[in-house]
T-cell receptor, first 112, second 114 residues
Framework: SQKIEQNSEALNIQEGKTATLTCNYT??????LQWYRQDPGRGPVFLLL?????KEKRKERLKVTFDTTLKQSLFHITASQPADSATYLC???????????FGGGTRVLVKP | DAGVIQSPRHEVTEMGQEVTLRCKPI?????LFWYRQTMMRGLELLIY????????DSGMPEDRFSAKMPNASFSTLKIQPSEPRDSAVYFC????????????FGPGTRLTVL
């Protein structure tokens, strides 16, 4: 069955450093992968989408890579700020239909 | 645009009671999704609609759960009777047709069943 794994351990990082999060998947051949941000008490918010034929995508201080051979996506927050503290979830489309499957998320805490 | 609207934001009820959660999707979006989020199981899809028609309800845990979408601007998720294990945050999300499946989530309803 399709499975998505994100590091469930919180990532504590110093302000200004780069945070790197991992999303691994199995039994998938997704056409794209998405990353969402979720703050406490709120719904997930879409951040970035990367397609299978793209190696890297950037948006401001965010960078996502997608390695379909390794079945892995890396999510980088450069020059991290305390405001980046949140949980980040990756999501992939189901093989059929219009559904997304979400990973369990990784919580990031940026300390000043 | 006000985004996806959900009500109530918090609901506390006793076991056995009926619970109704409400959702207003973003205008023009033709897909609507209901999710449940818990610490143990993460974010799980319960059911989704396309043009007000239920397409896939395979994630609905039991017959105690039901969802309706009487029109393009309103959907309900009902639990009858509720049980303590139904305690979770329930999210509604919507999106428009297209390739990318980018979904827009509401603020969620935190349900506590005592």
């Amino acid at each position: 069955s399709q499975k998505i794994e994100q590091n469930s351990e919180a990532l504590n990082i110093q302000e200004g450093k780069t945070a790197t999060l991992t999303c691994n998947y199995t039994n998938y051949s997704p056409a794209y992968l998405q990353w969402y941000r979720q703050d406490p008490g709120r719904g997930p918010v879409f951040l970035l989408l990367i397609r299978e034929n793209e190696k890297e995508k950037r948006k401001e201080r965010l960078k996502v890579t997608f390695d379909t051979t390794l079945k892995q996506s890396l999510f980088h927050i450069t020059a991290s700020q305390p405001a980046d503290s949140a949980t980040y979830l990756c999501a992939l489309p189901k093989a059929a239909g219009n559904k997304l499957t979400f990973g369990g998320g990784t919580r990031v805490l940026v300390k000043p | 645009d006000a985004g996806v609207i959900q009500s109530p934001r918090h609901e506390v009820t006793e076991m056995g009671q009926e619970v109704t959660l409400r959702c207003k999707p973003i205008s023009g979006h033709d897909y609507l999704f209901w999710y449940r989020q818990t610490m143990m199981r993460g974010l799980e899809l319960l059911i989704y609609f396309n043009n007000n028609v239920p397409i896939d309800d395979s994630g609905m845990p039991e017959d105690r759960f039901s969802a309706k979408m009487p029109n393009a601007s309103f959907s309900t998720l009902k639990i009858q009777p509720s049980e303590p294990r139904d305690s979770a945050v329930y999210f509604c999300a919507s999106r428009s047709s297209g390739f990318t499946d980018t979904q827009y989530f509401g603020p969620g309803t935190r349900l506590t069943v005592l």
